[in-house]
């Protein structure tokens, strides 16, 4: 059972039962998947940089990511529909365990200045941050990479409120800045 699990089933759920009253072991928020996805600035001149931003993802998700296409024509970006444009992952199961737990304890960590994560959530317990660089990730040789390039993590959870989907994501270790040192 990989490590984040183990603490979410352990020390997580009780607490969360405890904080918010919750009867229904069903009705505890959890961790339902992680989105990770690539937008890739220089698509339409260079396509070759979709497949590295997905060599690249591959590489950090440890799965396949899909190709995504736009939907819609924009002639001020030289765009076309059907255009691969980003590359995007869903992590479920152990996969999305193990990659958070690498996210929580070892990558977010090696961020030059790293002063906390915001915690803004998305008003239904859900949170997305993003990440300017894919060097960040232990797994990916900083003198290979070709394209330097962003991505955003999304965590979904089952929690039905804000405040849930914090005290979920704060009980399993993510580094969000103190309330205080937000203010000042």
Request: proline residues 4%; positive net charge.
């Amino acid at each position: 059972m990989p490590r984040l699990k183990e603490k979410y089933t352990n020390e997580v759920v009780g607490s969360l039962k405890e904080r918010f009253d919750i009867q229904n072991a069903h009705a505890i928020p959890g961790l339902t998947k992680i989105v990770v996805n690539m937008g890739v600035k220089g698509a339409v001149e260079n396509k070759a940089m979709v497949e590295a931003a997905a060599r690249d993802l591959a590489i950090i998700t440890g799965q396949k990511p899909t190709i995504r296409l736009s939907k819609r024509a924009v002639s001020g970006f030289k765009l076309r529909i059907g255009m691969p444009i980003a590359c995007a992952v869903t992590l479920r199961r152990e996969r999305m365990w193990e990659f958070a737990d690498r996210l929580i304890a070892v990558v977010l960590p090696r961020i030059r200045d790293f002063r906390g994560l915001k915690d803004k959530l998305d008003g239904r317990g859900n949170y997305t941050l993003g990440l300017s660089e894919q060097t960040v990730f232990p797994e990916i040789e900083f003198d290979r990479v070709e394209y330097p390039q962003g991505m955003d993590i999304t965590f979904v959870t089952t929690a039905t409120t804000d405040e849930q989907g914090y005290e979920l994501l704060k009980g399993l270790g993510m580094p969000f800045r103190s309330r205080e040192a937000v203010t000042n």
